[in-house]
C-alpha cells in the first residue's frame, strides 16, 4: 500500500477554504520576526499596551507627545508586539503509517500540508519533521504563502520509513526544536512507548495537538478464523481465533487505550483528536478541527 | 447389547483418523500483515489467563466431529436389544377392543396400551415384513391387511376404536390368522389383548402364537342388570350391582327418572364369588316415569371400568303388541301371553279378513288359514300345508333335541335359557318347510320347532299342539312364548326394551309411517330404515337411552324407548389374564408370554443424535456469525424499545 507521490495532495478549491482558516493559540508565544501573532513582548502595532517612562537609548519616534504637553515628560506608548511563529507539524511516517485503507500515511501527509498550509496563510513560519529510521527528514523554515510549494513538495515526497521509535525521535525533537510555538503530531501512536513521546514533547513550552489517525481496519477489525498477524514494523506474529469474542475484546482494548491516551494528554494540556481514516480529510478539516478549537 | 453388523465399526477406525490428520493440516494458520500488533499483544496476554480453555474450545469441532463418526459408526453396525417382542416376517396382530379394553388401570387406558404395544411390534417388524393387523370384539375388522407399508400400519392401529357391543371372539380371528399364517412361512400370531376373550378350541394355529398381556388391576363394580316394569304400583324399577373385583367395596348407587334424581343407596359388595357380590335393588316408581338411570359413584382407584358403571331402563308401559289368537281355544297360550308385559291378545275362531288392519302377530293354533294375513304368524300343529310348507304325515313320540346347528352355534334367541330334551310329545306333525325356515329343535328327523323370514315376515312354527305334550307344565313354555313374541316382534317383551350394543333395534311399523327418527343418547338424531314393515336402526354403539319416534307427514304417532347397556359379565370381569390357551400346530398349547425374542433395534435414535450432533456442529462452526446476529437482533430490539 504505498502511494503514488504524484497525486496532488489537495484540489484548489479546497486550499481557498483553507485561506479562511487560521490556526488558534490558546496563549501568546515568543517568535523571531514580526509577524501576526501575539507575543509576550511588546512591539510595534496597533494596539496599545502600556506606557514607561523614557530611557536613553529609547526609539525618540515613540515617544506620546501628547502625553508630554499635558505631563512635561517622556513617554513611551508601548504597544503590543505581533511576531510571527514558528509552527511544528510532526508527521509519523513509520511502517505502521503504511498501511489501511483509506491509507493513514496519505491521511496524514494532507493533514499535515492543511496545518502548513494555514500556518503560511496567517504569515507563521513552518517546519516540517518526519521521523522515520532511513526516511526522516526535515523542512524548516519555510515563510509566506511562497512557502507553501516547497512545502507541498516535501510532503509529497515523503515515503514511509522502517521502524519508528516514536519515542526517540520525540525526545530528539523536544531537545532540538528552536522557537517553541504550535506543534501537530499526525500519528497513529501504535507504539507501547508512546507516553513518553508525549512527555517528551510536553517538556518544552509546545501547544501541542495530537491528531490520532487510525484506519478502519485497526478500529474495527473484521477477521473470521485463526490467523498469524505480523507486525508491519517489527515482523512480530501473533497468533489469534477471531471470533466475536476476540474482537469485542480488541475493541474493550481499543477503547481503553484510546481513553488512556486522552486522560494522559488532558492532564498535559495536548488537544487530542482522534480520526478515522475513513472520514474524508476536509470533512475532517473543516468540520472536526474547527469544533475541537484547533482552527478558526 | 448386540451388534448386527459389527463390521461396520470399521468405518470408524478408517474415518477417525482421516478426520484427525484433516484437522492437523487444517490448524496452520492464515498469516496477514496489519500495522502494529500493539493491541492484539495486548489482548492475547489477557486471553492466555485462560488459555486451557481457549484450546479446548478450538478442537470442539474435532470434539463433535468425532463423536458424529462414532454415533453413524454404530448406527451402521444395528445395535439392537433383546425385547419382548416378535421375530417373524408375516406378522399378524390381533388387537382387543371389547368392552373391558376400556379399563383405565393401565393410563390413559388397555386400548392405547394395546395400541402401543402393536406399534412397538410394528416397530420391531424388519424391513420389508409384512404385517396384518385385526380387531376383534364386536363385528372383526381386519384394519391393515397384509401391508409392507408402516405408515399404513400405523394408521391403522391408530384407528381402532373401542367396540362395547360383543365379546371379544377370537375364533374368527384365529381362523383368519390360520389362512394368512399358512400361506406365509414364518409367521407369527401376536394376540394383544386382557385376556377377556373367548378362544376357539378346534383350531390349531400354524405359527408361533404369542401373548402380549395388558392390563393389570381386576377392581370393578358394575350394575349387571336393571329392568322398569309395571308392577303394582305404577312401576317396579330393578337393579343389580355386582362386584367383580378380589376385594369388598363400599359404592353408592344413585338412581336417576327422567334425568332427576331420585334416591341413593350405600351398596356393601364383598368380593368376586361371594354370596353378597351382587346386590339387587327394587324400588317402587311412579308409573308416568320414562327412562331410569342407575349410576355408580365414581370410584377411583377402586373401579376401572367406567362404562359398566352406568344402566338405563326404559318404561315398556306404553309398548304395546297386538297378538291375535285363532283357533278353537287355548288356555295355556292365553295365559301365557297374559303374563307377558305390552301384549295385548284377542281371540278369533277365524281368520277374519275385515277392513281393519292386520295384527303384528297372528298364532294359528291347530288351524291353518286359505289366505295369510299379513304381519309375522305362528303355527301351532298345523293340520293341513299352506304355501309356506306342507304337513306330510304325523310323527309319533318324538324324541326332542336341539337341531345339530343350533348345538354347534351359540343358542339363538328363540331357545334362550330353555331346555327342550325334557319336553315329552305325543303327537306332532310332520312338517316339510322351504329353504327360509330353520330348524331349531328336532325330533325324530322331523322338524319340531321352525323359524326363519319370508317375504319380509317372520314365521315360527312349533310341530305339535300344545295338548299333545307337557310343555306348557315346564318352565321352559312362558320362557319359549316370550321368546317367540319377542323374535316376532321385536322390540317388546320382557327383555325387548333391552339390547346390547351393537345390536340392532327393529321396530314394526305401521304402514302408514313415512319416518323414523332415532334420538340417540347423545342427542343426534338420525333416521332408521324402513323394511318389510319394520324399522331397523344398527348404529346402537354407544350406551344410554335411545327414543324411537314414527312420524306420518311429520306428525309424530308413536315413540318407543330403548335402553342399549353393557350388561356382560365377561366384560366386567376385567382381571386380565396372564395367559392364553392357544392350540399351535407346534405342539403348544399355551400362547407364549415374555419371550425375549423380539429385536429392538436403535439405529434410528443413534441416526437422530447424529442429526443433533450435525446441528450443533454447524452452530459451532458459525458461532460468531450466530453471536454477531443476536447482537444485532438485541440491539434492534433494544433500539425499538426506546423508540416505543
Given at each position: 500500500?504505498?502511494?503514488?507521490?504524484?497525486?496532488?495532495?489537495?484540489?484548489?478549491?479546497?486550499?481557498?477554504?483553507?485561506?479562511?482558516?487560521?490556526?488558534?493559540?490558546?496563549?501568546?508565544?515568543?517568535?523571531?520576526?514580526?509577524?501576526?501573532?501575539?507575543?509576550?513582548?511588546?512591539?510595534?502595532?496597533?494596539?496599545?499596551?502600556?506606557?514607561?517612562?523614557?530611557?536613553?537609548?529609547?526609539?525618540?519616534?515613540?515617544?506620546?507627545?501628547?502625553?508630554?504637553?499635558?505631563?512635561?515628560?517622556?513617554?513611551l506608548?508601548?504597544?503590543?508586539?505581533?511576531?510571527?511563529?514558528?509552527?511544528?507539524?510532526?508527521?509519523?511516517?513509520?511502517?505502521?503509517?503504511?498501511?489501511?485503507?483509506?491509507?493513514?500515511?496519505?491521511?496524514?501527509?494532507?493533514?499535515?500540508?492543511?496545518?502548513?498550509?494555514?500556518?503560511?496563510?496567517?504569515?507563521?513560519?513552518?517546519?516540517v519533521?518526519?521521523?522515520?529510521?532511513?526516511?526522516?527528514?526535515?523542512?524548516?523554515?519555510?515563510?509566506?504563502?511562497?512557502?507553501?510549494?516547497?512545502?507541498?513538495?516535501?510532503?509529497?515526497?515523503?515515503?514511509?520509513?522502517?521502524?519508528?521509535?516514536?519515542?526517540?525521535?520525540?525526545?530528539?525533537?523536544?531537545?532540538?526544536?528552536?522557537?517553541p510555538?504550535?506543534?501537530?503530531?499526525?500519528?497513529?501512536?501504535?507504539?507501547?512507548?508512546?507516553?513518553?513521546?508525549?512527555?517528551?514533547?510536553?517538556?518544552?513550552?509546545?501547544?501541542?495537538?495530537?491528531?490520532?489517525?487510525?484506519?478502519?481496519?485497526?478500529?474495527?477489525?473484521?477477521?473470521?478464523?485463526?490467523?498469524?498477524?505480523?507486525?508491519?514494523?517489527?515482523?512480530?506474529?501473533?497468533?489469534?481465533?477471531?471470533?466475536?469474542?476476540?474482537?469485542?475484546?480488541?475493541?474493550?482494548?481499543?477503547?481503553?487505550?484510546?481513553?488512556?491516551?486522552?486522560?494522559?494528554?488532558?492532564?498535559?494540556?495536548?488537544?487530542?483528536?482522534?480520526?478515522?481514516?475513513?472520514?474524508?480529510?476536509?470533512?475532517?478539516?473543516?468540520t472536526?478541527?474547527?469544533?475541537?478549537?484547533?482552527?478558526? | 447389547?448386540?451388534?448386527?453388523?459389527?463390521?461396520?465399526?470399521?468405518?470408524?477406525?478408517?474415518?477417525?483418523?482421516?478426520?484427525?490428520?484433516?484437522?492437523?493440516?487444517?490448524?496452520?494458520?492464515?498469516?496477514?500483515?496489519?500495522?502494529?500488533?500493539?493491541?492484539?499483544?495486548?489482548?492475547v496476554?489477557?486471553?492466555?489467563?485462560?488459555?486451557?480453555?481457549?484450546?479446548?474450545?478450538?478442537?470442539?469441532?474435532?470434539?463433535?466431529?468425532?463423536?458424529?463418526?462414532?454415533?453413524?459408526?454404530?448406527?451402521?453396525?444395528?445395535?439392537?436389544?433383546?425385547?419382548?417382542?416378535?421375530?417373524?416376517?408375516?406378522?399378524?396382530?390381533i388387537?382387543?377392543?371389547?368392552?373391558?379394553?376400556?379399563?383405565?388401570?393401565?393410563?390413559?387406558?388397555?386400548?392405547?396400551?394395546?395400541?402401543r404395544?402393536?406399534?412397538?411390534?410394528v416397530?420391531?417388524?424388519?424391513?420389508?415384513?409384512?404385517?396384518?393387523?385385526?380387531?376383534?370384539?364386536?363385528?372383526?375388522?381386519?384394519?391393515?391387511?397384509?401391508?409392507?407399508?408402516?405408515?399404513?400400519?400405523?394408521?391403522?392401529?391408530?384407528?381402532?376404536?373401542?367396540s362395547?357391543g360383543?365379546?371379544?371372539?377370537?375364533?374368527?380371528?384365529?381362523?383368519?390368522?390360520?389362512?394368512?399364517?399358512?400361506?406365509?412361512?414364518?409367521?407369527?400370531?401376536?394376540?394383544?389383548?386382557?385376556?377377556?376373550?373367548?378362544?376357539?378350541?378346534?383350531?390349531?394355529?400354524?405359527?408361533?402364537?404369542?401373548?402380549?398381556?395388558?392390563?393389570?388391576?381386576?377392581?370393578?363394580?358394575?350394575?349387571?342388570?336393571?329392568?322398569?316394569?309395571?308392577?303394582?304400583?305404577?312401576?317396579?324399577?330393578f337393579?343389580?350391582?355386582?362386584?367383580?373385583?378380589?376385594?369388598?367395596?363400599?359404592?353408592?348407587?344413585d338412581l336417576?327418572?327422567?334425568?332427576?334424581?331420585?334416591?341413593?343407596?350405600e351398596?356393601?359388595?364383598?368380593?368376586?364369588?361371594?354370596?353378597?357380590?351382587?346386590?339387587?335393588?327394587?324400588?317402587?316408581?311412579?308409573?308416568?316415569?320414562?327412562?331410569?338411570?342407575?349410576?355408580?359413584?365414581?370410584?377411583?382407584?377402586?373401579?376401572?371400568?367406567?362404562?359398566?358403571?352406568?344402566?338405563?331402563?326404559?318404561?315398556?308401559?306404553?309398548?304395546g303388541?297386538?297378538?291375535?289368537?285363532?283357533?278353537?281355544?287355548?288356555?295355556?297360550?292365553?295365559?301365557?301371553?297374559?303374563?307377558?308385559?305390552?301384549?295385548?291378545?284377542?281371540?278369533?275362531?277365524?281368520?277374519?279378513?275385515?277392513?281393519?288392519?292386520?295384527?303384528?302377530?297372528?298364532?294359528?293354533?291347530?288351524?291353518?288359514?286359505?289366505?295369510?294375513?299379513?304381519?309375522?304368524?305362528?303355527?301351532?300343529?298345523?293340520?293341513?300345508?299352506?304355501?309356506?310348507?306342507?304337513?306330510?304325515?304325523?310323527?309319533?313320540?318324538?324324541?326332542?333335541?336341539?337341531?345339530?346347528?343350533?348345538?354347534?352355534?351359540?343358542?339363538?334367541?328363540?331357545?334362550?335359557?330353555?331346555?327342550?330334551?325334557?319336553?315329552?310329545?305325543?303327537?306332532?306333525?310332520?312338517?316339510?318347510?322351504?329353504?327360509?325356515?330353520?330348524?331349531?329343535?328336532?325330533?325324530?328327523?322331523?322338524?319340531?320347532?321352525?323359524?326363519?323370514?319370508?317375504?319380509?315376515?317372520?314365521?315360527?312354527?312349533?310341530?305339535?299342539?300344545?295338548?299333545?305334550?307337557?310343555?306348557?307344565?315346564?318352565?321352559?313354555?312362558?320362557?319359549?312364548?316370550?321368546?317367540?313374541?319377542?323374535?316376532?316382534?321385536?322390540?317388546?317383551?320382557?327383555?325387548?326394551?333391552?339390547?346390547?350394543?351393537g345390536?340392532?333395534?327393529?321396530?314394526?311399523?305401521?304402514?302408514?309411517?313415512?319416518?323414523?327418527?332415532?334420538?340417540?343418547?347423545?342427542?343426534?338424531?338420525?333416521?332408521?330404515?324402513?323394511?318389510?314393515?319394520?324399522?331397523?336402526?344398527a348404529?346402537?354403539?354407544?350406551?344410554?337411552?335411545?327414543?324411537?319416534?314414527?312420524?306420518?307427514?311429520?306428525?309424530?304417532?308413536?315413540?318407543?324407548?330403548?335402553?342399549?347397556?353393557?350388561?356382560?359379565?365377561?366384560?366386567?370381569?376385567?382381571?386380565?389374564?396372564?395367559?392364553?390357551?392357544?392350540?399351535?400346530?407346534?405342539?403348544?398349547?399355551?400362547?407364549?408370554?415374555?419371550?425375549?425374542?423380539?429385536?429392538?433395534?436403535?439405529?434410528?435414535?443413534?441416526?437422530?443424535?447424529?442429526?443433533?450432533?450435525?446441528?450443533?456442529?454447524?452452530?459451532?462452526?458459525?458461532?460468531?456469525?450466530?453471536?454477531?446476529?443476536?447482537?444485532?437482533i438485541?440491539?434492534?430490539?433494544?433500539?425499538r424499545?426506546?423508540?416505543?
Amino acid at each position: 500500500m504505498t502511494t503514488t507521490s504524484s497525486q496532488p495532495l489537495f484540489d484548489s478549491a479546497f486550499l481557498r477554504k483553507l485561506d479562511r482558516l487560521a490556526l488558534l493559540t490558546r496563549r501568546a508565544m515568543v517568535g523571531d520576526f514580526q509577524g501576526e501573532r501575539r507575543s509576550p513582548r511588546r512591539g510595534s502595532s496597533v494596539e496599545f499596551a502600556d506606557f514607561r517612562p523614557y530611557v536613553r537609548g529609547d526609539d525618540i519616534r515613540q515617544i506620546d507627545w501628547n502625553l508630554y504637553a499635558r505631563m512635561e515628560r517622556f513617554f513611551l506608548k508601548l504597544f503590543v508586539a505581533e511576531e510571527e511563529l514558528t509552527v511544528h507539524l510532526l508527521v509519523d511516517n513509520s511502517a505502521s503509517m503504511d498501511w489501511g485503507d483509506p491509507h493513514k500515511l496519505t491521511y496524514a501527509r494532507r493533514l499535515a500540508a492543511a496545518f502548513g498550509y494555514v500556518a503560511l496563510s496567517t504569515l507563521d513560519r513552518v517546519t516540517v519533521t518526519a521521523f522515520a529510521a532511513g526516511a526522516g527528514g526535515q523542512l524548516r523554515g519555510v515563510r509566506g504563502k511562497a512557502g507553501a510549494l516547497p512545502l507541498f513538495a516535501f510532503l509529497q515526497r515523503l515515503q514511509p520509513g522502517g521502524a519508528g521509535n516514536l519515542a526517540d525521535a520525540c525526545k530528539r525533537y523536544a531537545r532540538t526544536a528552536i522557537n517553541p510555538g504550535p506543534l501537530i503530531l499526525c500519528s497513529d501512536l501504535l507504539d507501547p512507548r508512546w507516553e513518553d513521546a508525549l512527555r517528551a514533547l510536553g517538556s518544552r513550552p509546545f501547544e501541542i495537538t495530537l491528531i490520532h489517525i487510525l484506519a478502519p481496519q485497526e478500529l474495527r477489525p473484521q477477521l473470521d478464523g485463526d490467523f498469524r498477524l505480523l507486525d508491519a514494523e517489527t515482523g512480530e506474529a501473533v497468533e489469534i481465533t477471531a471470533d466475536l469474542e476476540t474482537l469485542q475484546r480488541y475493541q474493550e482494548h481499543l477503547r481503553e487505550w484510546q481513553e488512556a491516551i486522552e486522560r494522559f494528554c488532558h492532564g498535559r494540556g495536548i488537544t487530542y483528536v482522534q480520526v478515522d481514516t475513513a472520514q474524508p480529510v476536509e470533512e475532517f478539516i473543516l468540520t472536526m478541527l474547527r469544533r475541537r478549537g484547533v482552527f478558526r | 447389547m448386540s451388534l448386527l453388523t459389527p463390521l461396520a465399526l470399521l468405518s470408524a477406525l478408517i474415518v477417525g483418523p482421516l478426520i484427525v490428520a484433516m484437522y492437523l493440516l487444517k490448524l496452520r494458520r492464515e498469516e496477514r500483515r496489519v500495522s502494529s500488533t500493539f493491541l492484539w499483544r495486548r489482548m492475547v496476554r489477557d486471553v492466555e489467563a485462560n488459555a486451557p480453555w481457549q484450546r479446548l474450545r478450538r478442537n470442539w469441532l474435532l470434539f463433535l466431529q468425532l463423536l458424529l463418526l462414532l454415533l453413524l459408526a454404530m448406527a451402521l453396525a444395528r445395535p439392537f436389544f433383546l425385547t419382548t417382542g416378535i421375530s417373524g416376517r408375516n406378522l399378524i396382530i390381533i388387537i382387543d377392543r371389547s368392552a373391558s379394553m376400556a379399563a383405565t388401570d393401565v393410563p390413559p387406558s388397555r386400548l392405547e396400551a394395546a395400541r402401543r404395544q402393536a406399534q412397538t411390534l410394528v416397530d420391531q417388524l424388519p424391513e420389508g415384513g409384512r404385517a396384518t393387523i385385526i380387531a376383534v370384539g364386536g363385528q372383526m375388522e381386519v384394519v391393515a391387511a397384509s401391508t409392507t407399508d408402516r405408515r399404513q400400519m400405523y394408521d391403522a392401529i391408530r384407528s381402532i376404536r373401542l367396540s362395547v357391543g360383543g365379546r371379544g371372539d377370537l375364533s374368527q380371528a384365529l381362523a383368519l390368522a390360520t389362512a394368512l399364517a399358512a400361506r406365509e412361512p414364518d409367521s407369527e400370531v401376536a394376540i394383544i389383548s386382557d385376556g377377556n376373550v373367548e378362544i376357539p378350541t378346534d383350531i390349531r394355529v400354524p405359527a408361533t402364537v404369542r401373548y402380549f398381556p395388558i392390563g393389570q388391576r381386576a377392581e370393578n363394580v358394575a350394575i349387571s342388570a336393571m329392568a322398569l316394569q309395571p308392577g303394582p304400583a305404577g312401576q317396579t324399577l330393578f337393579v343389580q350391582a355386582t362386584n367383580y373385583g378380589p376385594a369388598s367395596v363400599v359404592r353408592r348407587l344413585d338412581l336417576y327418572l327422567d334425568g332427576a334424581l331420585f334416591n341413593a343407596y350405600e351398596l356393601n359388595l364383598g368380593p368376586d364369588g361371594a354370596a353378597d357380590a351382587v346386590r339387587t335393588v327394587i324400588v317402587d316408581v311412579p308409573a308416568q316415569v320414562r327412562v331410569a338411570e342407575a349410576r355408580l359413584s365414581p370410584a377411583p382407584g377402586v373401579d376401572f371400568l367406567p362404562s359398566d358403571d352406568r344402566a338405563w331402563a326404559v318404561s315398556s308401559a306404553d309398548a304395546g303388541v297386538e297378538v291375535r289368537i285363532v283357533g278353537p281355544g287355548n288356555r295355556f297360550l292365553e295365559t301365557a301371553l297374559a303374563l307377558l308385559p305390552g301384549i295385548t291378545a284377542t281371540k278369533a275362531t277365524t281368520t277374519t279378513v275385515s277392513g281393519e288392519a292386520a295384527p303384528q302377530i297372528t298364532i294359528f293354533d291347530r288351524v291353518a288359514p286359505e289366505t295369510l294375513p299379513a304381519g309375522n304368524l305362528v303355527f301351532i300343529a298345523p293340520m293341513r300345508s299352506t304355501n309356506l310348507f306342507s304337513v306330510t304325515g304325523v310323527v309319533d313320540f318324538p324324541l326332542l333335541r336341539p337341531a345339530p346347528i343350533v348345538l354347534e352355534g351359540q343358542a339363538p334367541p328363540l331357545l334362550r335359557n330353555i331346555s327342550v330334551s325334557e319336553v315329552n310329545v305325543l303327537r306332532a306333525m310332520r312338517i316339510e318347510a322351504g329353504m327360509w325356515a330353520r330348524t331349531l329343535v328336532e325330533g325324530d328327523g322331523s322338524p319340531m320347532l321352525l323359524a326363519g323370514e319370508r317375504e319380509g315376515r317372520r314365521i315360527v312354527i312349533l310341530a305339535f299342539a300344545l295338548q299333545d305334550s307337557d310343555l306348557p307344565l315346564q318352565v321352559a313354555f312362558p320362557l319359549l312364548i316370550s321368546n317367540i313374541i319377542g323374535y316376532l316382534a321385536p322390540g317388546s317383551g320382557l327383555e325387548a326394551s333391552q339390547i346390547v350394543p351393537g345390536q340392532p333395534l327393529a321396530v314394526a311399523v305401521d304402514p302408514a309411517v313415512t319416518a323414523v327418527r332415532v334420538i340417540r343418547p347423545d342427542g343426534r338424531v338420525e333416521a332408521a330404515q324402513i323394511q318389510g314393515g319394520q324399522a331397523i336402526y344398527a348404529g346402537t354403539d354407544a350406551l344410554g337411552p335411545y327414543l324411537i319416534e314414527q312420524a306420518r307427514d311429520n306428525q309424530v304417532i308413536d315413540q318407543r324407548r330403548f335402553a342399549v347397556n353393557l350388561f356382560t359379565p365377561e366384560e366386567s370381569r376385567i382381571a386380565p389374564a396372564s395367559e392364553l390357551r392357544v392350540p399351535q400346530v407346534s405342539g403348544l398349547q399355551q400362547a407364549v408370554t415374555r419371550e425375549q425374542v423380539g429385536r429392538q433395534e436403535i439405529w434410528r435414535w443413534l441416526a437422530a443424535a447424529a442429526i443433533l450432533v450435525i446441528i450443533i456442529e454447524w452452530l459451532v462452526y458459525q458461532r460468531s456469525g450466530l453471536a454477531y446476529l443476536w447482537q444485532r437482533i438485541r440491539l434492534t430490539l433494544a433500539a425499538r424499545r426506546r423508540a416505543a
